[in-house]
């Protein structure tokens, strides 16, 4: 018999009626249900990540008003906008203790803290300790024990020690350990250290100085 008689679903001109009909439905629909789900360009752009962020950092009793980009460290505007260059940027990974500040009177790493989630709480940093040149009395005891060598690690190391005594006015040498443990010293001047918190500690609790 002869196929000449014969249509498929593409008939003599290659697409049939019905094969045309189904095939720009299905492709209707398909646009429709992307045009649904797909964000707009103006939608899926991101934030601009250096687009500077307005701050107030309040800082040893003084309050900063800022634009800092959203990836700043609280440490690199510190030293670089403020110019408190006491805290020193060491590992900048938040293992070694140079940047330690305060934040509401608990020990932080400045190197792991952004500057905009400072914003709202109270900053006290190595120059915050003093009043005026008079040195607070943890800082005459680091100089009495001798409670440093090179002296980079000092200022954080102060500052730990600063929130210890600040939670626990008493510490014992187990508790001075303990709370001193995030600070790192390559000049091993450890035992001189734990004897200058211990003396700044008793200090305070005989005549209730800073």
């Known amino acids: 018999m002869s196929d000449r008689g014969k249509q498929g679903p593409c008939g003599p001109q290659g697409v049939s009626r019905r094969g045309f009909l189904t095939t720009v439905s299905s492709s209707a629909a398909a646009a429709a249900v992307v045009g649904a789900v797909a964000p707009t360009v103006a939608e899926a752009a991101p ?19 800022l634009a800092v980009e959203p990836r700043e460290t609280l440490i690199s505007v510190l030293r670089e906008r403020l110019g408190l ?3 020193k940027p060491g590992c900048e990974r938040g293992e070694c203790g140079a940047c330690t500040v305060l934040l509401d009177g608990s020990t932080r790493y400045s190197c792991m803290t952004l500057a905009v989630e400072a914003q709202g ?7 915050g300790l003093a009043d005026g040149e008079e040195l607070s009395e943890l800082q005459k005891a680091f100089i009495h024990e001798d409670a440093y060598q090179c002296g980079f690690c000092t200022p ?3 500052m730990a020690a600063e929130g210890l005594l600040r939670k626990n006015p008493a510490p014992t040498m187990d508790d001075v350990r303990l709370g001193m443990s995030g600070n790192l010293c390559r000049c091993g001047a450890y035992g001189h250290i734990f004897k200058a918190v211990q003396k700044a500690a008793s200090t305070r609790r005989a005549g209730g100085a800073k």
């Open 121 to 127: 709480h109270i900053i006290t940093t190595i120059e």
């Open 156 to 158: 954080g190391q102060v």
């Open 85 to 87: 260059t006491g805290s």
């Open 47 to 65: 934030r601009d990540a250096s687009e500077p962020t307005p701050i107030v950092l309040h800082v040893n009793g003084r309050k900063y008003r």
